[in-house]
């Protein structure tokens, strides 16, 4: 429960200052949340009214890349990359963060070898360095690794933003499983 607390004091906070700028201040805001390092959620921010008036201006690439941050992970910035302002070293570890919550959200089980393609690391000792001090220690996931199997078994991951029309997806999953929870025990 901490860490959910801790995020929705940040979200509050940079949304009431993301109210007040405009223009190239809202840029320099931009940056300073993507890569605040206890900072994983992204969409209160996005939906501010100051920061989409950037849409349509010089500054619109960076809209463009909290977008990223909310839904997107490190391969889909190196697919970008030329659409988008170049990462700072902050920037670059928190996507590379919420990569690995990306991948958590659909297995449970994370290879290495995947995890080592998807995040840019050339060695197991790099990345199990990065899933301790950056992931496990930061409270974003909780898990074991297991050298010998070359995985991270995941049990507990934090949650990204909803993309757009996922809402909708996971309404309709609980719906079915309502209804076929009434066929089995229709005194529901």
């Given at each position: 429960?901490?860490?959910?607390?801790?995020?929705?004091?940040?979200?509050?906070?940079?949304?009431?200052?993301?109210?007040?700028?405009q223009?190239?201040?809202?840029?320099?805001?931009?940056?300073?949340?993507?890569?605040?390092?206890?900072?994983?959620?992204?969409?209160?921010?996005?939906?501010?009214?100051?920061?989409?008036?950037?849409?349509?201006?010089?500054?619109?690439?960076y809209?463009?890349?909290?977008?990223?941050?909310?839904?997107?992970?490190?391969?889909?910035?190196?697919?970008?990359?030329?659409?988008?302002p170049?990462?700072?070293?902050?920037?670059?570890?928190?996507?590379?963060?919420?990569?690995?919550?990306?991948?958590?959200?659909?297995?449970?089980?994370?290879?290495?070898?995947?995890?080592l393609?998807?995040?840019?690391?050339s060695?197991?000792?790099?990345?199990?360095d990065?899933?301790?001090?950056?992931?496990?220690?930061?409270?974003?996931?909780?898990?074991?690794?297991?050298h010998?199997?070359?995985?991270?078994e995941?049990?507990?991951?934090?949650?990204?933003?909803l993309?757009?029309g996922?809402?909708?997806?996971?309404?309709?999953?609980?719906?079915?499983?309502?209804?076929?929870?009434?066929?089995?025990?229709?005194?529901?």
């Amino acid at each position: 429960m901490e860490i959910e607390q801790k995020q929705a004091q940040l979200i509050d906070h940079f949304v009431k200052q993301a109210s007040t700028l405009q223009g190239s201040s809202l840029v320099s805001l931009i940056v300073q949340l993507t890569s605040h390092n206890s900072l994983f959620a992204f969409s209160e921010i996005l939906a501010v009214p100051n920061v989409l008036q950037l849409q349509g201006t010089e500054h619109a690439v960076y809209i463009d890349m909290l977008r990223l941050f909310a839904h997107g992970t490190w391969s889909d910035y190196k697919s970008n990359a030329s659409l988008l302002p170049p990462l700072v070293p902050d920037q670059i570890n928190k996507l590379k963060q919420l990569t690995v919550l990306s991948l958590a959200e659909t297995n449970k089980v994370l290879s290495y070898d995947q995890l080592l393609e998807q995040l840019d690391l050339s060695n197991v000792r790099e990345l199990e360095d990065f899933l301790i001090n950056e992931c496990m220690y930061m409270g974003i996931i909780k898990g074991k690794l297991d050298h010998l199997k070359r995985s991270v078994e995941v049990q507990f991951a934090a949650g990204r933003d909803l993309k757009p029309g996922q809402l909708g997806n996971i309404i309709e999953t609980l719906t079915d499983w309502f209804v076929s929870y009434l066929v089995i025990d229709p005194m529901c």
